[in-house]
């Protein structure tokens, strides 16, 4: 099932009274989410990730804009009569109630022509349990489950109704290191076993990067990009993009154009055709640099870190715009020991220029 989301936006009252004003939540929000795909809305915590998610759910509504699932307008349907499957950051399991209970309940309130059998409900309950791997802990109480196991049955219960659309509202954040890694190859192991289409929110960037077929990066209510997590950290379209993106961060530098070449503090580091003359914010990704005793951007070193395949050049610059410059080189490199500074060359395609003021990209030919 496609989802459509059409100029969507919510504005809530201020809730500080006194200071008036309102929020804009989600700020015209238009996007067309292909048929089973998985989809990572991604933004730092208050951008409006779950408001667009409870708006797609039916929970809370629009203050303007149209919801699509196919071709029906929802917008105005209620969140029963969607067809959604809602899991959220913490469980919200009945304690009361067992495992098989739990996942049962969401059936057992269904009315009319949709209303099944006691068989049936059992069919569904055990085919939900299994996709999760949860079969065998059908007799148990919450309170004797792990995190993940709840986190599971929650899975469970969301899925049982056998949903139009999956709607997960950080759904790993109570989750140890471990368990987190683990659960988000399996919910997407499930989502493509089901072909459910699904909307995974969450604020770190590795995990919807890792699972989704696509990403959304929202700020302040406002969507800045959407595409193929790849496409998205090879090509951001401004700063605050290229900076969300990518463990260890982008390194950010203060630069200037002229004549076609790019400086960081007064050395030409990069040719940038197309470019026109202006200060600018200079990104390079951590593997953009290639160590080069000629090379032309000049750093002193601090640390060097070994991480197997991989070496992690720990650096300082004065025109570097956080206090370390990390890059990331082949372990078949070696850097003297010894030395003050350590010299590199630039991957242009690793090397992203952008406006001083907007912080919008610049582009050059590469
Ligand atoms: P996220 O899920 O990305 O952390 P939210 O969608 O929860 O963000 O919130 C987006 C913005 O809307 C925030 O500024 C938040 O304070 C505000 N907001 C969310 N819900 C309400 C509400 N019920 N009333 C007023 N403001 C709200
Ligand atoms: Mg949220």
Do not use: W
């Not at 059936?107 to 299994?130: F, P, V």
């Not at 950290?233 to 076609?260: H, Q």
Request: aromatic share 6%; net charge negative.
């Amino acid at each position: 099932m496609k989802v459509v989301l059409q100029n969507l936006t919510k504005i809530f009252p201020s809730r500080n009274k006194k200071a008036g004003g309102e929020v804009v939540a989600v700020n015209d929000f238009t996007f067309e989410i292909p048929d089973g795909k998985l989809v990572g809305l991604l933004g730092p915590s208050g951008c409006g990730k779950s408001t667009t998610l409870y708006m797609i759910s039916g929970l809370q509504k629009p203050t303007g804009g149209k919801i699509f699932f196919g071709e029906d307008d929802v917008t105005e349907l209620s969140a029963e009569n969607r067809g959604v499957g809602l899991v959220f950051q913490n469980y919200a399991l009945y304690p009361h109630m067992t495992v098989k209970q739990n996942i049962l309940f969401p059936l057992e309130n269904l009315r009319g022509e949709d209303r099944l059998t006691k068989e049936e409900m059992l069919e569904r309950a055990i085919y939900a349990a299994k996709l999760v791997q949860i079969d065998d802990l059908m007799e148990r109480k919450p309170s004797e489950l792990s995190g993940g196991q709840q986190q599971r049955v929650a899975i469970a219960r969301a899925l049982v109704k056998m949903p139009r659309v999956l709607l997960l509202d950080e759904p790993l954040s109570n989750l140890d290191a471990r368990l987190r890694l683990q659960t988000r190859e399996e919910i997407r192991r499930i989502q493509k076993e089901t072909g459910i289409t699904t909307i995974f929110v969450t604020h770190d960037q590795e995990e919807a990067m890792s699972i989704s077929d696509m990403i959304v990066v929202m700020k302040l209510g406002v969507v800045q990009q959407i595409g193929k997590p790849q496409e998205v950290y090879d090509n951001p379209t401004n700063l605050f993009v290229a900076k969300f993106l990518g463990t260890p961060p982008i390194n950010v530098f203060d630069g200037e154009v002229k004549d076609g070449k790019l400086y960081i503090g007064g050395a030409a580091v990069l040719d940038v055709p197309g470019a026109d003359d202006q200060e600018v914010v200079v990104g390079i990704r951590p593997e953009g640099f290639v160590l080069d005793e000629n090379g032309p951007l000049v750093c002193n070193l601090k640390n060097v870190e070994v991480m197997g395949r991989d070496v992690s050049i720990v650096s300082g610059h004065d025109s570097s715009l956080s206090p370390i410059v990390r890059s990331i080189i082949d372990a078949d490199n070696k850097v003297a020991v010894g030395t003050e500074t350590v010299s590199f060359t630039l991957k242009s395609h690793k090397v992203f220029i952008f406006n001083k003021e907007t912080e919008e990209r610049i582009y050059f030919e590469v």
